[in-house]
C-alpha cells in the first residue's frame, strides 16, 4: 500500500527524529522550509494552502523551487516560480472528493494545509496516509497587529503553537488559527471521506486533540 507522512507544525512533531523518515514519502507545509534549511533535511513534497501565508513567503518559497534540494514536487495556490518542480492548485469550493491529478485543476478546498496536503497525497494516489504533528492545539491569540482575521507579527516569538521557535519571524503575515472553525470540522469531515473511499489515515501525532482518526505510535507504523 502506498504511503504518504503528512507533517503538521504543531509541537508534537519537535519530538521526531526527522532522520527516521528519511527514504518515506513526506510532505512539509508552510514556515517548516526554515527548519528544512537549518536542519538541511527535506521532505519528499512541499505545499501551502493558505493565501496569506504564501503571500507572506512569496519570495522565500521561490527561493526555495529554484534552490538545489531534494524536494521532488510542490504545490501552491497562486504563482510562486516556473520551475517544472512546481504545480500550481486551484482551489475551489464544490465539496467532491479530490482523488486524481486533474482535479489540481478545480480543487475542492479542505480548508487548511494539512487536509488540503491530504488530498494531494491521495491524489497522487497514496492509500494511506499516517499524520505527524497535526495536534490541533492551537491557540487563537498572537500578539502583533492585527486586521480582521490576519495578524503580522511585530517581535520575534519566544513560544508559539509549532515545533520550532523561528516558526513565525518578525514580518509574518498569517491568519489566526481559529481551529473551531477551520482546523477541528475539516479533519472530522475529512475522516468521514476518507472511510468512504477507502483510504487509511492513522494520527501518529502525540498529543493530537483529534479523535477522529485511530491513533499509534509513529515507530509501530513505519516497522
Partial sequence: MKTAIIMGNGPSLKDVNLNDLTGYHTFGLNNAYRM??????????????????????????????????????????????????????????????NCSVEDFKNFNDGGNSGVNAVQVAICLGYQKIILLGVDCNYENKIIGSTTGHEVTIKDKMQENDHWFEEYYLPGDRINLPNAEVHHTPNWIELSHKAKQHDIEIINCSKNSTLSCFKKQDLHQVLV
Avoid at 78 to 88: E, I, L, M, Y
Fill in 36 to 97: 528544512y534549511y537549518k536542519l538541511d533535511w527535506w521532505p519528499m513534497y512541499f505545499g501551502c494552502f493558505d493565501y496569506t501565508v504564501t503571500k507572506s513567503n512569496l519570495h522565500s518559497f521561490k527561493k526555495l523551487t529554484t534552490d538545489i534540494n531534494p524536494i521532488k514536487q510542490f504545490f501552491f495556490i497562486r504563482h510562486v516560480s516556473d520551475s517544472d518542480r512546481v504545480t500550481n492548485v486551484t482551489l475551489v469550493n464544490n465539496n467532491k472528493w
